[in-house]
């Protein structure tokens, strides 16, 4: 079984647990042991400003940077941030799922392929600004020099992307 379809499944069984889009405070990392270091979770703070809180090994050593604590879009190129922020705003507000294939070039000139399941968490508040996710990297390459600086990715493309119904619909851009 995939990553993607080992946090899916994670996620359906919670989703079906709480009724609906599972709280932040649901997920238990010792279900997710096998897929953790491929496991992300983040928050959403408002247009442009997502926030990592815990990014596992595997994604941080892949991609040759730490990216928990800092905004995800400090590091996407201006040519995709209107399409990311759609992704991530989708996903929350529908509420739906989401699976994002991007391919990625980095200023040391290493390329790969992002490939991304996200899901919807709500806070404690029952506000949903929270995101689960896995993402595998489909070509190491990128962790050939470790870049701490902004804008680390030099291009990235949308190869695909999709939506998935949690029983509320998928958003009609899709």
Known sequence: MTVHAELADYYHGLFKAQ???????????????????WVLLAEWHGPRKLIPTV?????DEALGSNFTG?????????DVSDDMEAFYQHILAQPC???LVRNVAKKNGAVGRLEAMMFPLHDERGLRNRIIGSMFVTNK???QAHEADKRTFMSMSIVELSYQDL???VPLTA
Not at 19 to 36: Q, T
Not at 70 to 78: A, L, S
């Open 70 to 78: 800092v905004n995800m879009f400090d590091y996407y190129p201006d």
């Open 141 to 143: 390459v990128l962790a």
């Open 167 to 169: 029983g509320f619909g």
């Open 19 to 37: 009724g609906g889009v599972p709280a932040r405070s649901d997920v238990n990392p010792l279900h997710l042991k096998k897929i953790l270091s």
């Open 97 to 99: 799922g989401g699976y």
């Open 55 to 59: 990014v596992g090994s595997g994604i």
